[in-house]
């Protein structure tokens, strides 16, 4: 079973460990409720079943653009995210950006061009939108958002999930599931084979 390094980068607070613990259940990833990071440094989850026999590799970041409140300062952050993915050596890059737009920042789109230019073009990065619980219709997102995604230069054509990562049991019935399998299928279908 040949298993596929993918790594989850965003800002602090985007929900990308709630997204390994979706995942990979057995993770255990520490979570918060708020903007400030816990995650300290890369943590590698896995193999994570993705569906239709495929597994990957899950890996969790500190968080980008956490100034002088979190856990690194966000230049440090930066650096130590490229010097990670050199070594790593990533198939997929999912990029988490949370689809609350009063959180959503320039610097959102700068991060994400930014680290798609460190994997260049032989690495695929996507998009999950998370912290869409409360939008009745998370899939509806992206195409609600076209000129946001357009001001912060993700192109709109971004393969991308929109999602909630709260546990199931703080969801109405479906949404976890849906979300889960949702965010499995982007990945399984954007990993080169």
């Known amino acids: 079973m040949m298993s596929r390094n993918v790594v989850i980068i965003g800002h602090s ?35 994570c079943d993705i569906g239709e ?15 002088f409140w979190g856990l ?17 050596r990533p198939q997929l890059l999912v990029y988490c950006m949370p689809g609350v737009r009063s959180s959503l920042k320039k610097s959102h ?13 032989r690495v695929p990065v996507v998009v999950v939108v998370t912290n869409l619980e409360a939008s009745g219709n998370p899939e ?17 054509s971004t393969s991308h999930a929109c999602v909630t990562t709260l546990p199931e049991v703080d969801l109405p019935p479906g949404l976890y599931h849906t979300s889960r399998e949702a965010v499995k299928a982007i990945i399984r279908n954007n990993l080169p084979s």
């Open 109 to 121: 789109g700068r991060n994400f061009n930014k680290f798609k230019s460190v994997v260049g073009n």
């Open 72 to 88: 690194l300062w966000a230049p440090k952050a930066e650096k130590q995210l490229k010097a990670y993915l050199k070594r790593i």
């Open 13 to 47: 607070g985007a929900g990308k460990s709630s997204l390994i613990n979706m995942l990979y259940p057995s993770a255990g990833a520490a979570t918060s409720n708020d903007l400030k990071g816990c995650t300290k440094a890369e943590q590698v989850y896995g193999p």
């Open 53 to 67: 026999q495929q597994y990957c590799q899950l890996h969790d970041t500190i968080g980008l653009e956490e100034g």
């Open 140 to 156: 509806g997102w992206w195409s609600a958002n076209l000129d946001t995604l357009r001001k912060l230069g993700i192109p709109v």
